[in-house]
């Protein structure tokens, strides 16, 4: 396969956005055309804390590898690299949010199973799911969310951020309510917070209190029940910390790892989803 520059010049470059200080950047000028060096740093030091001096070798980068140019004093998105990031996404956008090999639009009352031999293969079949139902119903829709605990925020934390933030985007809102109230669960929940304000952690909902997550958009329904053997690994987690500075996120996230017989139900239900969304959404109100 001949793979065009096009394609390896936005590729290389979009590299360095997977740190959070690039990520900052590249979002506030995404959003505001046309920057001081100066107020850019302002702007960029309200996320991430940067001195003057390493702001600058940042800057000289990213115009050395023509990301960013320097217009009449201001610093702005380069156009050529804007045209190639265009084009390698409209090539995104055809070869996986037009793929067909997990088909969304169910038919009311049909379902589909897919298993995964580790809870993070599964995580990967969950985010591709919501990306394609956020991107083809979310539009008219609300997001749902139930988790007994907020583990996958805890455990991958970046690759759970980003599938959110992608979802936030997509859908009117997010609805996110968690089943236990421990010091872990509020961490997780503030963790949640800082992307959208609609997380609560309420201990007397009617859902299970371990080892369940479930999704809803209009009236697509995506369940996950972990093995047990890793709900209790989760639970013996949530149960003991009791304070966050005693948290080893390294060893949450090995629970992801894990192998074991992991299981995702996708399914069209109005009735059943009509239900989750009213339970959930009360405790908002």
Known sequence: M??????????YNIMIFTKPLYDTIFTILSQEKGHSIQSLQKAVNKEEKISLPNFYKIIDQLLEKQILTKEKGEIRLHSAWIISFLELAENIKQHYLN????????KEGEQKIFYAS??????????NILSNLGNIHGK?????????????????QETESVNFKNLWKQTQKIYFLIG?????????????R?????????????FLKEGYFVNIIGDYILEVMTPQILTQYFKTFFD????IKDFTPELFQQI??????CKLTFRRNKKDAEMFKKEIKKYFT
């Open 180 to 192: 236990n109230e421990s010091p872990l669960d509020l961490y997780g929940a503030d963790l949640l």
């Open 118 to 127: 580790w809870l993070i293969d599964l995580d990967n079949i969950r985010a």
């Open 140 to 156: 008219n829709e609300s997001s749902y969310i139930y988790n007994s605990h907020p583990s996958h925020i805890l455990g991958m």
């Open 194 to 206: 800082m992307q959208w304000p609609e997380v609560l952690c309420n201990n007397k909902t009617k």
């Open 256 to 261: 992801f790892k894990m192998k074991a017989n």
């Open 2 to 11: 001949i793979i065009s520059k096009t394609i390896i010049y936005p590729l």
């Open 99 to 106: 793929d067909n090999t997990i088909a969304i639009d169910l």
């Open 240 to 243: 003991n910390t009791k304070k």
